[in-house]
């Protein structure tokens, strides 16, 4: 398990994980399982930095931009860029899924990415601001990324890769999905029951994004790639953080 997390966190991460030798397919396989652990452990880096922040009453926006900040710089804004070459795909393809696969290579980022990547960051930053001003309390911060990596877990145990090579593509063909379903759901409901009914709602609203992205993938281009995967990552935490702040400030 300690490898597969290794792996995973060489994937997600921009953290200094040193491993002695490159990963087999298997390993890619195993590792998925610790996608979910990779958001707790992001989490707990978030909450770090909130908890200080909190002590010397840093006011809500500009601790939540700060917050933001240090979750790009630890992803390394993989995320972000799959977000973008998503978007870019969503509009330029027109519904035909080779083109959709083209354009989502292509490296440059089109007005409709750019787009995506502001709206969700304003997203993060604005539910981000709401939740630090209404509570002390920062549970949501740790169910945010693990919630956005079980969903990026459960499209490798869904869905089917879309492209023929890739990383991706041998953790597939290697998956446990018994342990894998087993590791996500136990730490996606056991983030979420600190918070209560905004817990399981933000539960809830994680697991219908979730649905909606992978019916988007499907007809889009009929399985996921590495970037729908980081796409689905980002959404997944911002309407998360969106719907714990709308049930936070209605209490």
Known sequence: MLRGLGIALTLLT???VRLSRAPTPAEQGLSVMAYPLVGLLIGLLLCA????LQWLDAPPLLAAVMIV????AVTGA???????DSADAWLGAHGDPDRALAIMKDPA?????IIALVLVLLLKVAALSALLASTRSLWWLLAAPVLGRSACAALF?????ARSTGLAADAVKHLRPGPTWFALIALAVAVSLPGGRGGFLGLAIAVLTFYLAYRWMQAMIRGFTGDTAGATVEVVEATTLLAIALFVGMG
Request: glycine fraction near 10%; charge should be negative; charged fraction near 10%.
């Open 49 to 52: 930095l909130a908890l200080p």
């Open 78 to 84: 993989l995320h972000l860029d799959g977000l973008a």
């Open 69 to 72: 900040v240090l979750w790009v």
């Open 14 to 16: 921009r953290l200094p």
């Open 157 to 161: 145990l869904l869905a089917d890769y």
């Open 109 to 113: 980022c089109g007005p409709a990415g």
